[in-house]
């Protein structure tokens, strides 16, 4: 029976979320702050902030969202790179989504992010990829992915912008960017198919 990385990846997060929201030093130690890795060289945390959430419903919202994109992602990214290409391109969106958060606060000790929200986004903007029209349910509202995708963008450049509720915006574009256009590079045919399918929508078929 061949594992899921996905699995793995939701089940670690899950250990590792449920035993720093009991301990908060574990909490401090895996969370991004970036005076740590500017001054303290604690590099870890550009992808162990990932394995924390602020609370249950961070957590669910993030891991159900995984569960479903991930497992079309994982065969993709296997079959591409082998056991391990999954796993390494959910660890690049963990990096490549925090990275500019970093240079925009790396001399800002009062700044904190937590949470897997940029490499969840990278795993559903690559799948968009390959179904644009597939339905989703965004707060038990059917909309299609593609709709969701701009609106979703839309509505994070918007608070990023704005600010002001302590939710890390950037991480999500960045991560949703990494997701397309690593999937486009490592897998030019895709962008072929991402077109004929938004052109030729699944339901009306």
Do not use: C
């Not at 082998?82 to 925009?104: E, H, N, Q």
């Not at 909309?143 to 969701?148: K, L, T």
């Not at 397309?180 to 699944?202: A, K, Y």
Request: charged share 10%; no cysteine; net charge neutral.
């Amino acid at each position: 029976m061949e594992i899921s990385i996905n699995w793995i990846i939701i089940g670690i997060t899950a250990v590792v979320s449920y035993l720093a929201l009991q301990d908060g030093k574990l909490m401090a130690r895996l969370i991004f702050w970036p005076p740590a890795i500017s001054k303290g060289r604690e590099y870890h945390r550009l992808l162990s902030y990932g394995l924390i959430h602020a609370d249950f419903t961070h957590f669910l919202f993030n891991m159900i969202t995984l569960y479903f994109f991930g497992r079309l992602i994982e065969q993709v990214y296997n079959a591409i790179a082998g056991p391990a290409g999954y796993a390494l391109f959910y660890a690049g969106g963990l990096l490549a989504s925090i990275l500019p958060t970093y240079l925009r606060h790396r001399n800002d000790a009062s700044y904190r992010s937590l949470g897997a929200s940029g490499a969840v986004s990278a795993v559903l903007f690559a799948f968009i990829l390959f179904d644009p029209w597939s339905m989703l349910l965004i707060f038990f509202i059917p909309m299609p992915a593609i709709v969701y995708a701009v609106a979703y963008t839309a509505y994070s450049i918007y608070m990023d912008r704005r600010g002001g509720d302590n939710v890390n915006h950037s991480a999500h574009l960045w991560g949703a960017a990494y997701g397309v256009l690593v999937t486009i590079i490592i897998e030019p045919r895709v962008l072929g198919i991402f077109l004929d399918r938004l052109v030729n929508p699944s339901f009306l078929n």
